[in-house]
């Protein structure tokens, strides 16, 4: 027995109209036909789901009436794939492959040959065919920038800003460009007229074996107060990094996060994780909401950035900011209502789109550009446009900076800017991790990879007659284009003091080529790519008591300008071989 909704769909087409003739013709008399045809052997058969008529990735009702309206009144005079229509996989279309579509779907009936659970080719040879099947094409794998993409957002913070009623405009998220120029000189005065500005926010990822490093930075045009005996600046930059831990799933695990609080910066984890307080304390707890997004406070006036909690709360007069994407579903950059007294609405919100900091034309490639920076590092900005009041308010000129030149002053050997471009020294610094921990890098564009090879002693320069002790001093600039840092005058390595590696090796063979790799505690290092040099080096013999005796001639210090490339250094008493690369990911 038929169901009720088959008969009548039958019944109904049936007395509409005749049925109109199928295009196909089936070959009759003497001619001979080939059982299993060929009709196109350059060509990869399409994927489809028998029964799908309209291909649209579901089978319907409107598959049987789509159908029969084909075949009763040439409406539609194709179809997208005339093999999903052919339930029975019989090469001919015919009312008994809508019945069966019918059955399928009210009396539970298996009349639909396959492909119908999932995606597949025909079976079989006829000449139907399928010129387009749209829901069994599989997406295109997203490309890298997409799955980073996807990756900030998916991190994204929802941020707290906090808002002062006599400059709620100036406390507002805005892109840099927002007047529609990069001259950082004209943003104290444009931010006066620029109404109420669209959220971005930049972003960068950096990639380990181990870890995803995450940096968001937050842009205000105006860093500013309105208390006597303060000082305020054009432009503002701060931000925050996160650490994600790669445990094999899309997004691993969020581990901590460093924020920027001017020259200070502030460490928290997500509860218990695989990274502990190390030679930073650690500054609270980091709250999630739901489930990977940090919440975080940023201060109204000066914007340094702190986890959310304690004192760093909405105290009635802020604004939210959400990620666009996990929360709207697409990316989108809207603007916030101007809070109380202006609008009545205590709490505005408002939902961000993320700016990769890498894109073409972007921040990272404006970094050597005039108009944008006063110098490598720190951005341009001056005193006009009532920057300061010239009394008891003072502005400070070309003060703020990118994720690249920020800076912990209190620190120690962590330099300017590695947040940005070495994010794993900082971490291996800044927490004790307890688990596989890489400090090399599978993308990072901020870097050049300097490795240290091969070094030969020529020459022995010791006056004790013993064979010399050599080590390295090797330095290279940090985000604000300064080589020493703190109390690290003697550069990234050195036979004691070394920022990154104290080394010396103790009388090693003359004339012997040493492998650095196996010599050193550590041979490969990441400077930012920034103006020349890339790196300055001198090798040195360690002696005790004396003074230590140069392994070059003539004794001074090398430096090299390129980027890339194998080089051999010929320092008559020494022989040194380095390689520079971009780091991968670089441009």
């Given at each position: 027995m038929r169901p009720i909704a088959v008969t009548l769909v039958l019944v109904v087409?049936?007395?509409?109209?005749?049925?109109?003739?199928?295009?196909?013709?089936?070959?009759?008399?003497?001619?001979?036909?080939?059982?299993?045809?060929?009709?196109?052997?350059?060509?990869?058969?399409?994927?489809?789901?028998?029964?799908?008529?309209?291909?649209?990735?579901?089978?319907?009702?409107?598959?049987?009436?789509?159908?029969?309206?084909h075949l009763f009144f040439g409406d539609p005079a194709t179809l997208p794939c005339a093999d999903a229509a052919d339930t029975d996989d019989d090469g001919i279309l015919t009312i008994g492959d809508a019945v069966a579509i019918l059955s399928h779907l009210y009396s539970g009936s298996k009349q639909i040959r396959g492909p119908v659970v999932a995606c597949g080719a025909d079976p079989t040879n006829d000449f139907l065919g399928c010129d387009s099947f749209p829901a069994c094409i599989a997406d295109p794998a997203p490309s890298d920038a997409e799955k980073r993409l996807d990756m900030a957002y998916h991190y994204a913070p929802v941020h707290h800003q906090d808002a002062s009623d006599s400059g709620?405009?100036?406390?507002?998220?805005?892109?840099?460009?927002?007047?529609?120029?990069?001259?950082?000189?004209?943003?104290?005065?444009?931010?006066?007229?620029?109404?109420?500005?669209?959220?971005?926010?930049?972003?960068?990822?950096?990639?380990?074996?181990?870890?995803?490093?995450?940096?968001?930075?937050?842009?205000?045009?105006?860093?500013?107060?309105?208390?006597?005996?303060?000082?305020?600046?054009?432009?503002?930059?701060?931000g925050l990094l996160l650490v994600v831990f790669r445990d094999g799933s899309r997004y691993g695990k969020l581990e901590a996060a460093v924020t920027v609080a001017h020259l200070d910066f502030y460490s928290y984890t997500p509860g218990p994780t695989h990274l502990s307080a190390g030679a930073e304390d650690l500054d609270g707890n980091l709250g999630l909401i739901d489930g990977s997004h940090p919440l975080t406070y940023q201060e109204a006036k000066g914007h340094g950035v702190y986890a959310y909690g304690g004192s760093h709360t909405e105290d009635g007069d802020g604004i939210w900011y959400y990620p666009s994407l996990p929360y709207l579903g697409h990316e989108e950059a809207t603007r916030p209502a101007l809070p109380t007294p202006q609008s009545g609405d205590t709490n505005p919100k408002a939902h961000y789109k993320l700016l990769d900091i890498f894109e073409a034309g972007g921040l990272w490639d404006r970094r050597e550009n005039a108009e944008t920076f006063?110098?490598?590092?720190?951005?341009?900005?001056?005193?006009?446009?009532?920057?300061?009041?010239?009394?008891?308010?003072?502005?400070?000129e070309n003060s703020p900076h990118p994720p690249w030149g920020w800076d912990d002053?209190?620190?120690?050997?962590?330099?300017?800017?590695?947040?940005?471009?070495?994010?794993?020294?900082?971490?291996?610094?800044y927490f004790h991790v307890t688990t596989a921990?890489?400090?090399?890098?599978?993308?990072?564009?901020?870097?050049?990879?300097?490795?240290?090879?091969?070094?030969?002693?020529?020459?022995?320069?010791?006056?004790?007659?013993?064979r010399s002790d050599p080590y390295f001093n090797l330095y290279f600039g940090d985000g604000v284009g300064e080589e020493t840092h703190g109390g690290y005058g003697d550069g990234i390595v050195d036979?004691?003091?070394?920022?990154?590696?104290?080394?010396?090796?103790?009388?090693?063979?003359?004339?012997?080529?040493?492998?650095?790799?196996?010599?050193?505690?550590?041979?490969?290092?990441?400077?930012?790519?920034?103006?020349?040099?890339?790196?300055?080096i001198r090798v040195m013999d360690w002696d005790n008591g004396s003074g230590d005796e140069w392994l070059m001639s003539p004794a001074q210090p090398y430096a090299e300008e390129r980027t890339s490339g194998s080089f051999t250094y010929e320092f008559g008493r020494s022989r040194l071989k380095v390689r520079l690369t971009d780091a991968p990911g670089g441009r």
């Open positions: 087409f049936t007395l509409l109209s005749p049925p109109v003739a199928y295009a196909v013709k089936i070959p009759v008399g003497d001619i001979a036909i080939d059982p299993n045809p060929v009709l196109d052997p350059g060509r990869e058969p399409l994927q489809f789901r028998r029964g799908d008529v309209r291909a649209d990735g579901n089978i319907a009702l409107s598959d049987a009436i789509t159908l029969l309206r709620y405009r100036y406390d507002m998220l805005a892109r840099i460009d927002f007047n529609g120029n990069w001259d950082m000189a004209s943003k104290w005065e444009a931010a006066a007229t620029m109404g109420v500005p669209a959220a971005h926010v930049y972003y960068s990822v950096v990639s380990t074996a181990t870890h995803w490093y995450l940096v968001y930075a937050f842009y205000h045009p105006r860093d500013w107060t309105n208390e006597s005996f303060d000082q305020e600046h054009e432009n503002d930059m701060e006063h110098s490598f590092g720190s951005f341009r900005g001056d005193d006009g446009g009532e920057c300061g009041d010239g009394v008891t308010v003072t502005c400070s002053v209190n620190d120690g050997p962590v330099f300017a800017g590695e947040l940005a471009f070495d994010p794993a020294h900082l971490v291996g610094r921990f890489a400090r090399d890098y599978e993308r990072n564009p901020y870097a050049v990879e300097i490795v240290l090879e091969e070094l030969t002693v020529l020459s022995n320069q010791d006056p004790s007659g013993d036979g004691d003091s070394g920022a990154q590696v104290s080394w010396v090796l103790w009388d090693p063979p003359m004339s012997t080529r040493i492998n650095l790799a196996t010599a050193m505690p550590r041979n490969r290092f990441y400077t930012i790519k920034s103006t020349v040099p890339t790196f300055r």
